[in-house]
Every structure is written in structure tokens, then in C-alpha cells.
């Protein structure tokens, strides 16, 4: 699937378990409103733990996930995941595992917003996103890196600013390159 791709919308029905085999997927959880805040970000080679667990118990998608680059995806159908589930250890270890990860990702993030400035915040993010690209940089806009935190795109520019000031990222049109923002 190509950046940009929707792959699953909250309310869609999951009839299958997806295994990212390349690139990197966004999940966000989406109010009524329509505003979308960052919940974690699947990367490389690995389970979505979320689509798993919501095919193996039958229930509807309760979140966005975006495709953040170009994507290949491997899909387990719910009978074949509901088959490995019951006989196959190593299977349900994996999706057990996946769903402790993802749930500890979302507390990760939930303790930023609630408990850390958005300097601090904003690292994190960054760091996360520099280590997708090989020259760590990061080729997101003020506003869609702020549409993704759930804050002001005025509040990320401020911040970037202060940042740029202090020799931790260069500010480029659309780019940001990562020096140094260790959280």
C-alpha cells in the first residue's frame, strides 16, 4: 500500500490479522469531532497486535491506522489466526506479546500528554521519527506534526524554534533534520 493509505478506519469490520513485513503505520485514535491524536507508531517487521486481538474476538476497528511510508502487509485470515491462536504456542505468544507492547506504548503515550511539557514530547517524536530515515530527518510539516500531537501547529513551531536555537534539529522547508534531541 502507498504512503498516505488508510489501513484500517475506526467502525470497519477486521476480518483478518496484519503482520507489517515493511515500512510504517501510524495508529490514531480519532475523536467525534474528527480530531486524531498519535497513539503509537508500527514499524519494520511486526504484529499488529491491535488487529489481531480486535479479529480474534470479532469486534469492530476502534482506531485509525495511516500507512506513514510505502507498505507491505501480510494478511491472516480470522480462521487461520483463530486456528494458530488455539494450537500454535509460538502464535499466541506473539499476539500476546503484541497487545502488552501496544498497551504499554499507549500508556507511554498517555503519560506524555498528561505528565511531560511538549518540549519533551516533541523529542520523543522526533527521535521516534528521525530513526525511520537512514539521514534522520524527518519529512513532516509544523502541521502535520502538530495535527499528530494534538496541539497547536503555532505551539510546535515555537518549540522547534527553541530547539533549532539550541543546536538539536535544523529546520528545513517541510524537513526537519535531527542533531541531537535525546529525551
Known amino acids: 500500500m502507498p504512503k498516505g493509505s488508510i489501513v484500517l478506519s475506526p467502525g470497519d469490520e477486521v476480518a483478518s490479522a496484519f503482520i507489517l513485513n515493511k515500512g510504517s503505520v501510524k495508529l490514531f485514535r480519532v475523536?467525534?469531532?474528527?480530531e486524531r491524536h498519535l497513539?503509537?507508531?508500527?514499524?519494520?517487521?511486526?504484529l499488529c497486535a491491535l488487529s489481531t486481538l480486535t479479529t480474534l474476538v470479532g469486534k469492530k476497528n476502534v482506531i485509525l491506522a495511516e500507512a506513514e511510508s510505502?507498505?507491505?502487509v501480510q494478511v491472516i485470515s480470522r480462521e487461520e489466526a483463530s486456528r494458530l491462536f488455539v494450537e500454535n504456542e509460538e502464535w499466541?505468544?506473539?499476539?500476546?506479546?503484541?497487545?502488552?507492547e501496544s498497551w504499554q506504548e499507549t500508556m507511554q503515550m498517555l503519560d506524555q500528554v498528561a505528565f511531560n511539557p511538549l518540549q519533551h514530547r516533541l523529542k520523543q517524536y522526533l527521535a521516534l521519527h528521525a530513526g525511520l530515515s537512514e539521514r534522520q530527518i524527518v519529512q513532516k510539516s509544523h502541521a502535520e506534526i502538530a495535527e499528530e500531537l494534538n496541539v497547536s501547529r503555532?505551539?510546535?513551531?515555537?518549540v522547534l524554534k527553541v530547539m533549532?536555537?539550541?543546536d538539536a534539529v535544523h529546520l528545513g522547508h517541510g524537513s526537519i533534520k535531527v542533531i541531537d534531541v535525546n529525551p
Not at 497513539?39 to 519494520?44: A, E, K, R
Not at 499466541?92 to 502488552?100: A, I, K, N, P, W
Not at 503555532?154 to 515555537?158: F, G, P, T, Y
Request: some cysteine; glycine content about 10%; charged content about 30%.
Open 31 to 34: 475523536s467525534e469531532s474528527g
Open 39 to 46: 497513539l503509537y507508531l508500527l514499524s519494520g517487521d511486526c
Open 70 to 72: 510505502n507498505i507491505e
Open 92 to 100: 499466541r505468544t506473539l499476539v500476546l506479546s503484541g497487545v502488552l
Open 154 to 158: 503555532e505551539a510546535v513551531s515555537r
Open 164 to 166: 533549532e536555537k539550541d
